[in-house]
Every structure is written in C-alpha cells, then in structure tokens.
C-alpha cells in the first residue's frame, strides 16, 4: 500500500517523535530523512492520508494507476490545509476489482476499470461512497463511472454539495446516507461524459502515463462480468444523454434536447435488450425488438410500452418548449423504468454461477457418453462478446438437464471466454473443436 499527503489536526511525525528522552537533533536528522522519501508529511489516518494498492506501477493485475490519481488528489486534500469538518473522512482506491485498497469499506472509494469509446480505451473509476466499518458495518454504494482525469474535479464538486446541502452538523457519511445514490449520481453524471479520442486525448492516458492507456487481457471467464457492464454503460449513456437534453432546453434549443431525449431512450431500450442477447444495429430494430419483447409483459409500465410512437416524432425543426418539456418527461421517466428492469433482467445473467473449481467438479461428474446424445447447434459465428455467451446462456436455458447444445464460436476472444464462463456457470463444456475459421464447442446442460 501506499499513502499520499496528510493534515496538521493532529501532532506530525516531527511532533510525536520528540520524546523526551530522545535528543532534539536526532529527532530532526530522522525527520530529514523520511522527507526525502516522502514519509515527512502530517496526518497519518486522516483524509489526506489516501490509501492506494500499487496499481499498475508494480502490479501485474493492476489496471489503473491508483498510485497516480491519489497524488492527484493532493489538490483536494493538501497535507496539513484540510477542513476539520473531513476527519472522519477516508478515500482508499484499488487499481482493479480486487479490493486490495478496501475501497468498498471507505467513505470515498475508487475502483479502476477500463471503458472502451470506438478504438481507443480509457482509464476510469467506480465510485463507491458511503462504505465504513466503524458502528454499522456497510458496504459502499457504486454510484457512477468517473474518467480517470474526472476523478479530482469530480470529488471537489461531491464536496462542494456536500457542502452547500448538508444539515446543521452533518459529517458527510450522514449526508451520503441521507442523500442517496439516486441523487449523487445526478449531481456527478457531467463529469462522467468521456469525449472522443479525436476532441480529448488525454482522457485516453493514464494519471503520469506517457503512453495511451490499453487493458491487458486478463483471461478467460468473464462474459456475465462483461453484459453486466454492457448494461450499466448503457444506463448511464442514457442519464448523459438526459443530460445534455436539459441543458439544451434550458438554453432554448428545444429541437436538439428533443433529439437527445430521443438518445436516451434508444440507450435505455438496448440497455434491457441485452440479457435478451439483442444488439440492434438500428434505432428502428431497437424499438422494435424492445416492444416485441416488453410491450405485453408487464414488467414495464405501460406508458412506456411503445417508445417509437411516444418519442419516435422529434417534432418541427422550431419546436416550442412545451413540446420538449413533454419528450424530456417522458425519456426521464422511461430511462427509470429501463434502469430498475435491467436490474431484474440483470440477475439472469448471474443465476447458477458457480466458482471455477465447482464448476469443474460439476463438469467431471458428469459423463463423457453425453456427446452420443442428439445436439442442437447454434450458430453464433459473428457475434461478438459477450453477446455470444447471452445468447448461449438463454439458449441452454430452454433445455432439459442431460440435453446437448454444439455452439460454433470465432476464434480470439468468443472461444477464449465464452467456453470457461458456461463451466463457471456450472456447464459441462465436452469439447472445443477447431472447424476451419471456428471452434465447435459442445456443451451439456446440467443446471
């Protein structure tokens, strides 16, 4: 672990070193010395003593530099200028999903990811919030997925609320509680908004990176991780997207809010068509695929059924405030809807996984003479990940325990996950074939 800066609320290093029985100047020869490898500074626990794992300065699982946007920080949280009113305060931040900094348990936690934007790839944080384990134990919320080079600005506006909306006496733990993640994640969404590699590209490097940020593959297995965020980057596209739609209609360009309330719908409506293994390539397919789907089912209310009547028509080219008014009402209130669906829809996708090692255990009791069953073949050649692996997975879902299903997979990244996430899911995966251009791999329902 590494710590970063400190406040002087309470005695420095300098200060709780001079015991009486030690000499002055050796005291002052210690401190010199841990200056010059930055462990001088004050405010050891407190707030600006940010806890960070190693990230990927030395980290072989790291994907972010959690060192690096900590010594960003330093501008939020200066050693020994911090406001008393942050004691209680703790940021730690994890440069992957591992958690060796604890980000989950700290009032602000960080939690580094990569999110893809056309070729290129930028470093970002999950934010958590609220976490501790001093009186009732909790577990951060994650709130919203923040640019890397967001993070600092992003804070200081978190604080700035903080600040500006707080009850007489409230630490900022209380006020997050209080708050909620609904409203937090409203007041945060600008600085979520990544801008193309064409407009921005130093979103595209790391914190202290002279090179563009890239993921490295982190093996196989990850297809029902990879949906889940496939859903969420679409949720939040669709809160971006809202808006951007009230900024326009607040500066009376009604026509172009409308099309923005129009984007967060079609975002929304592919974010639930994911568990369904759909990715339409269309605005049309999408709406289409989403009424198909949703229209007589209940799970959404039926005002929002059929969005390509209610938000298809975007209107005259001068469209009157009114008009936007009512097609902002209606994209935020069909964005709710799609945003507590796709948690539902999202527990598909995690039902029956199993850790590796079960998954294996299930897979060898099971008997190899299942490949002398019938097979049904499904053909998912062109379909990327991790579409391949929802469309496989509602597949087996229509089988019988026993059945056999052959799916033909690319290579790369469709036969290097999708094959060990069936065995996470508790599947057993007989074989992986090469056929010409593509793998033939068989599978066996079990659960």
């Not at 990327?384 to 469309?391: D, E, G, R, S, T």
Request: charged fraction near 25%; aromatic fraction near 6%.
């Amino acid at each position: 672990m590494s710590r970063s800066g400190s406040r002087d609320s309470r005695p420095t290093i300098q200060q709780n070193l001079c015991i009486r029985w030690v000499p002055t100047d050796r005291v002052k020869d210690l401190y010199e010395r841990l200056v010059a490898v930055d462990l001088g500074d004050p405010g050891a626990e407190l707030v600006e003593d940010i806890i960070a794992c190693p990230g990927t300065d030395t980290c072989g699982l790291g994907i972010t530099s959690s060192k690096g946007v900590a010594r960003a920080l330093a501008e939020i949280f200066p050693p020994g200028q911090v406001p008393e009113d942050l004691r209680d305060v703790s940021v730690k931040i994890s440069g992957c999903h591992n958690s060796c900094a604890q980000h989950h348990i700290a009032t602000i936690g960080l939690h580094g990811v990569g999110k893809r934007m056309g070729a290129h790839v930028a470093p970002h944080y999950e934010l958590h919030l609220g976490g501790r384990i001093t009186g009732q134990p909790k577990i951060g919320q994650m709130t919203v997925k923040l640019p890397a080079k967001n993070v600092p600005v992003a804070l200081s506006h978190l604080l700035a609320v903080w600040r500006r909306d707080r009850q007489e006496g409230e630490s900022l733990l209380a006020f997050i509680d209080r708050t909620g993640k609904a409203k937090l994640k409203e007041e945060l969404i600008p600085f979520t908004i990544l801008p193309p590699f064409e407009e921005d590209s130093s979103y595209y490097y790391d914190w202290e990176a002279d090179e563009e940020f890239v993921m490295e593959d982190l093996g196989p297995g990850e297809c029902a991780g990879g949906a889940l965020e496939m859903i969420e980057n679409r949720i939040l596209e669709a809160e971006q997207e809202l808006y951007v739609a009230r900024l326009l209609a607040e500066k009376d360009q009604h026509a172009t809010a409308v099309n923005k309330a129009y984007r967060a719908v079609l975002a929304a409506a592919k974010a639930v068509l994911v568990p369904e293994g759909i990715d339409p390539n269309t605005d049309a397919e999408t709406f289409v695929e989403f009424e198909r789907r949703f229209g007589v089912t209940g799970m959404i209310a039926a005002e929002y059924t059929t969005p390509s009547a209610k938000i298809g028509d975007l209107g005259p080219k001068e469209t009157t405030a009114a008009f936007a008014a009512e097609k902002l009402r209606y994209a935020k209130g069909f964005v709710e809807a799609c945003k507590t669906m796709s948690e539902e829809l999202g527990q598909k996708l995690k039902a029956n996984e199993t850790k590796p090692d079960q998954a294996t255990q299930t897979a060898a009791a099971v008997s190899p003479a299942a490949v002398t069953k019938p097979v049904t073949t499904l053909d998912l050649r062109g379909v990327m990940c991790p579409i391949n692996y929802v469309k496989t997975k509602l597949k087996l879902e229509m089988m019988e325990p026993g059945e056999v299903l052959e799916v033909w997979l690319d290579a790369g990244e469709p036969i290097k996950n999708v094959p060990q996430s069936l065995r996470n899911d508790g599947q057993n995966v007989i074989s992986e074939v090469p056929s010409e251009s593509y793998y033939k791999v068989t599978v066996e329902k079990v659960v």
